[in-house]
């Protein structure tokens, strides 16, 4: 069997965008060695799990591309990012994603990220003090924290407080059935206290003297525990790294029991260390037999409807990426985990291309969403992505 690296960009696939003639920014850029790869590999559309009703999340789809069905296995939101800022969950443990917003004297939120904070870390001490154990924050990246309550007598069957809007009140937190009923008297009355708290807290009053938002509200999401899940490696008796710089894919690499490789640098952000993530992918890969390396930057350029700087991005990853090409007894694999639409600025049900290279060749012009279809690997489901990829560094025999 040949060994494996995955590289997931973020939001790959995309609309036509009439600025870029009809072209989608991933049909738009100049990308030689993707296209090179797609060429010389075998090339398809992957379908992203999707749940009814909704649009796709970056944690199922992922979940969905190592073969992990998300009803059973996705534990919620916030425990994926707790895992990801690299903190230990005990069982009974229930975790959210947060982040520090600003609200007015009625509680009308006027921004969700609270000016884009960096400065946190005494914003969260104070916190700490006041939640005594039972409510712990762990700072994140940014604005955002990751939240854990613990003791037994806390359930994880609450609404969260975020609207997700800035112009109209934050929630109350609900109890979605009779047990889970403490756990919301007992968050409502912790971010009561911790508004106060926040309001006149040194660091805020700082912060408004410059003229910056005050930190001065908690928005909690994304509520959920612990999960069991067969590890990667059992599940597919293959040994698993992973390279990721935002906190969620970090999350999803050691839920599953992968090892992370670390990159200095590496961001999840537009300026992260795209070569640095090759390099090191291209000099572990003797250690491991998959390597899972993920890019953000592309689902939030689309998200801001930032379509040329998405397209940018994707130049520079194909610039970056000619330093997997000379790899040996290794298939690259280039997929996204669903498609971001820059005109919707939001993720979007659209398949998303994908190249496995080197294999027999394809007929086509270049790596893109239109050009993917027409190639041999046809419509392949989300969920059985992984078998594939496997089962073709296996007819590779090397
Ligand atoms: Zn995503």
């Keep these: 069997m040949k060994k494996i690296i995955l590289i997931v960009i973020d939001g790959l696939g995309d609309d036509p965008i009439p600025q870029l003639k009809n072209k989608t920014p991933l049909e738009a850029a100049k990308t030689p060695n993707l296209d090179f790869f797609a060429k010389n590999g075998i090339c398809g559309l992957v379908l992203p799990w999707i749940e009814k009703g909704k649009l796709p999340t970056s944690e199922d789809t992922h979940l969905a591309i190592f073969g992990y069905d998300p009803k059973k296995s996705n534990p919620g939101r916030g425990v994926l990012e707790v895992l990801g800022i690299g903190e230990k969950i005990k069982k009974e443990d229930v975790c959210f994603r947060g982040n520090f917003a600003t609200v007015d004297e009625n509680l009308i939120i006027i921004d969700r990220r609270a000016g884009r904070i960096e400065k946190t870390q005494p914003l969260i001490e104070t916190l700490n003090e006041i939640g005594k154990g039972k409510l712990i924050i762990k700072r994140a990246f940014g604005h955002r924290v990751g939240v854990i309550l613990r003791g ?82 059992k599940k ?47 000099k572990n890969i003797k250690n491991f037999d998959f390597i899972f390396l993920h890019i953000k930057a592309a689902d939030n350029l689309a998200e801001d409807g930032n379509f040329l700087g998405k397209k940018e991005f994707i130049e520079k990853i194909d610039k970056e990426i000619k330093i997997l090409s000379g790899l040996k007894d290794t298939l690259i694999v280039v997929t996204g985990d669903h498609s971001t639409s820059s005109l919707q600025k939001s993720h979007s049900k659209n398949p998303v291309p994908i190249l496995i290279y080197p294999f027999e060749g394809e007929n086509i012009k270049k790596f893109s969403e239109k050009e993917c279809k027409k190639g041999r690997l046809g419509k392949i489901k989300q969920i059985q992505l992984i078998k594939k990829i496997i089962e073709i560094s296996r007819l590779c025999q090397k």
């Design 152 to 233: 037994k007598e806390f359930s994880e069957k609450v609404s969260s407080n975020d609207p997700k809007k800035v112009g109209v009140k934050v929630l109350k937190i609900e109890a979605l059935n009779k047990k889970a009923k403490k756990t919301a008297e007992f968050l409502n009355s912790f971010l009561d206290k911790a508004h106060q708290i926040l309001e006149n807290h040194p660091e805020n009053i700082k912060r408004k003297n410059e003229g910056l938002l005050p930190a001065n509200y908690l928005l909690l999401r994304g509520a959920g525990r612990l999960k069991r899940v067969e590890k990667f490696l």
């Design 236 to 282: 597919y008796k293959i040994k698993a790294g992973f390279i990721a710089g935002g906190t969620l894919y970090k999350g999803i690499g050691r839920f599953l029991g992968m090892e992370e490789i670390k990159v200095k640098r590496a961001t999840g952000l537009i300026s992260t260390n795209l070569k640095g993530k090759f390099l090191v992918a291209r």
